[in-house]
C-alpha cells in the first residue's frame, strides 16, 4: 500500500495542501470511521482547532493555516472574507481578529471567527493560497462596510497598485448590493476613476510635463492586449509606465509589470518606464527623451 493509498498518507497530502488543518466532513469523505477519527484525537495525530476542524500533527498554524480552519469550520460554502479577505488579497497589512468568514449556512458563536450571512453570486468566490476567498471586488465593498473611509481607501489604492482592481466588476457587485452601508463609498472612488482623474501625484506630474513641454496628450489608464497601461499612444505604438517607490516594494507587483512589458513588446509595442525621481529631477530630459521617442528619432 502506498503513501496516497493508505490513511495516513491522504491525511498528510489533504492536510499540505490546506495549511496544515483539515475538516471531520472530509476525514469522513477518505473513508476514515468517525471510530477512527476520535482515536486520531485522543492520539493527538489531529488538535482540534474548531469543532469539526483539526490540524495534523501539530497545533502551531500559520496564518494562512488559521484563516483556513475559520473558513472549514462553517462548511462548503464559505469563504475568507471582509478584512480577513483583504489581508489575505494583500489590500490591508494585517487584519486584527476574529476572523471574518461569509457563510450563507454556517452557524455563528465559534470563538475567534466572526460569521457574516450572506448568499454570493459565484461570481464573488476565488481562491487564493488554496484558500476560499471572495473576490477582490466584493472584499472591497465589504471593507468599505467595516472600515474606516481612509483605510478603505488605502485598501482601494492598494488593489489598483497590484492589478487587482476591475472596475466593471466592482460595480456589478454595488449593483447587486444595494442598499448596502459602503455603497457611498465605493461609488465615490469609482466615480473619481471613471470621472478621469488621475490616480496619484505620480500621475499628475506626467500630465503636468506633457503640457508643459508641448506633447501631445496620451490615453490614459486604458486597456492594451488584457493590460491596464498608465498612458498610451496608439499611432506611435508608445506605451509609458510610470513606477513610483511604492511599487517597488512589492515583489509580485514588479514581477507582473515585467512580464506584462515584454507581452507589449512582443506585440510591436515600445515600452518605457519614468521614475518618480526621474519626473522629479530631470523632467527635461524626460520630455526630450519622450519626443524623440513619439517623432521616431529614438528606438
Known amino acids: 500500500m502506498d503513501k496516497l493509498t493508505h490513511p495516513h498518507g491522504r491525511i498528510a497530502a489533504l492536510a499540505r495542501q490546506q495549511h496544515g488543518v483539515v475538516s ?56 475568507l472574507s471582509h478584512g480577513s479577505a483583504a489581508a489575505l488579497w494583500g489590500l490591508i497589512d494585517a ?40 473576490s477582490v471586488a466584493r472584499t472591497l465593498l465589504d471593507t468599505a462596510e ?26 456589478e457587485v454595488c449593483r447587486r448590493g444595494e442598499g448596502r452601508h459602503g455603497l457611498a463609498a465605493v461609488r465615490n472612488l469609482i466615480g473619481e476613476e471613471r470621472d478621469g482623474f488621475t490616480r496619484s501625484p505620480l500621475e499628475d506630474r506626467f500630465s503636468a510635463l506633457c503640457r508643459e513641454h508641448g506633447l501631445p496628450a496620451p490615453a490614459r489608464n486604458v486597456r492594451l492586449l488584457g493590460h491596464e497601461v498608465d498612458a498610451l499612444w496608439v499611432d506611435r505604438r508608445l506605451v509609458v509606465e510610470l513606477d513610483g517607490f511604492a511599487y517597488h516594494r512589492h515583489r509580485a507587483a514588479f514581477e507582473r509589470d515585467r512580464a506584462r512589458d515584454a507581452a507589449l513588446q512582443a506585440a510591436g509595442y515600445r515600452v518605457i518606464r519614468f521614475t518618480h525621481r526621474r519626473l522629479a529631477r530631470e523632467p527635461a530630459e524626460v520630455a526630450q527623451q519622450l519626443r524623440a521617442l513619439l517623432d521616431g528619432t529614438l528606438r
Open 24 to 79: 471531520r466532513a472530509q476525514l469522513l469523505g477518505l473513508g476514515l470511521g468517525r471510530g477512527a477519527i476520535d482515536a486520531r484525537i485522543r492520539s493527538g495525530q489531529l488538535i482540534v482547532v474548531h469543532r469539526g476542524v483539526y490540524a495534523v500533527g501539530h497545533a502551531r498554524l500559520s496564518q494562512h493555516g488559521v484563516w483556513m480552519a475559520a473558513v472549514l469550520a462553517h462548511g462548503e460554502d464559505a469563504v
Open 95 to 134: 487584519a486584527p481578529p476574529p476572523v471574518d468568514v461569509t457563510s450563507a449556512q454556517g452557524r455563528p458563536g465559534r470563538p475567534g471567527i466572526r460569521l457574516h450571512r450572506s448568499v454570493l453570486d459565484p461570481t464573488e468566490r476565488r481562491r487564493r493560497h488554496a484558500i476560499p476567498v471572495t
Open 146 to 171: 467595516l472600515a474606516p473611509a481612509p483605510l478603505f481607501r488605502r485598501a482601494f489604492e492598494q488593489a489598483d497598485r497590484l492589478g487587482l482592481l476591475r472596475l466593471g466588476e466592482l460595480e
